[in-house]
T-cell receptor, first 113, second 113 residues
Framework: DAGVTQSPTHLIKTRGQQVTLRCSPK?????VSWYQQALGQGPQFIFQYYEEEERQRGNFPDRFSGHQFPNYSSELNVNALLLGDSALYLC????????????FGPGTRLTVT | GEDVEQSLFLSVREGDSSVINCTYT??????LYWYKQEPGAGLQLLTY?????DMKQDQRLTVLLNKKDKHLSLRIADTQTGDSAIYFCAEILLTFGNEKLTFGTGTRLTIIP
């Protein structure tokens, strides 16, 4: 049983560019949440997707957007990248009704130069 | 509002017990968690406790919850070098439409040989 997978593992972008990160949830899970973890900090909630819609959003600007596909996989898009967007981006999946069990992927390390 | 606090560092001798502490502010928290993060890796769910419980034990791990003081602790018995990591405390409210995890800043556990 594959766990949560994310791609790519690492990414280097330039300020002002756009980036797309991808996540495949654990088998049987239908809800995907995205978190940003800056260096030396705990993860911060970005948003959550369920049934292809954004269900909940944290305190992040509109430059951060997402999408969920019919197979429950998800994308995180960040536009107009800033140096401060450099972080580890973590995806977590869960099953509706069992949202207290969220399993994380290995993350995508984004560096903005 | 939600706020989770942890001490930043803990050093323990190999074979001793480690106790990692956490305080949280939201008395409505439904579940409280401990996650482990090794260098360059994502988050591994270690254990969680429902807010109506006082204690949960799972092999070498013991979680204690003091709801009155809003204090959560994780005890690792017989600490090994493989336990070196950052440990995050987290809470979730699980009210409708609000299923995000709120994390502390993490405690870095160092094992002394």
């Amino acid at each position: 049983d594959a766990g949560v997978t994310q791609s790519p593992t690492h990414l280097i972008k330039t300020r002002g560019q756009q980036v797309t990160l991808r996540c495949s949830p654990k088998s049987g899970h239908d809800t995907v949440s995205w978190y940003q973890q800056a260096l030396g900090q705990g993860p911060q909630f970005i948003f959550q997707y369920y049934e292809e819609e954004e269900r909940q959003r944290g305190n992040f600007p509109d430059r951060f957007s997402g999408h969920q596909f019919p197979n429950y996989s998800s994308e995180l898009n960040v536009n107009a990248l800033l140096l401060g967007d450099s972080a580890l981006y973590l995806c977590a999946s869960s099953k509706t009704g069992l949202s207290y069990e969220q399993y994380f992927g290995p993350g995508t390390r984004l560096t903005v130069t | 509002g939600e706020d989770v606090e942890q001490s930043l560092f803990l050093s323990v001798r190999e074979g001793d017990s480690s106790v990692i502490n956490c305080t949280y502010t939201d008395s409505s928290s439904t579940y409280l968690y401990w996650y482990k993060q090794e260098p360059g890796a994502g988050l591994q769910l270690l254990t969680y406790i429902f807010s109506n419980m006082d204690m949960k034990q799972d092999q070498r791990l013991t979680v204690l919850l003091n709801k009155k003081d809003k204090h959560l602790s994780l005890r690792i018995a017989d600490t090994q070098t493989g336990d070196s990591a950052i440990y995050f405390c987290a809470e979730i409210l699980l009210t409708f439409g609000n299923e995000k995890l709120t994390f502390g800043t993490g405690t870095r556990l160092t094992i002394i040989p």
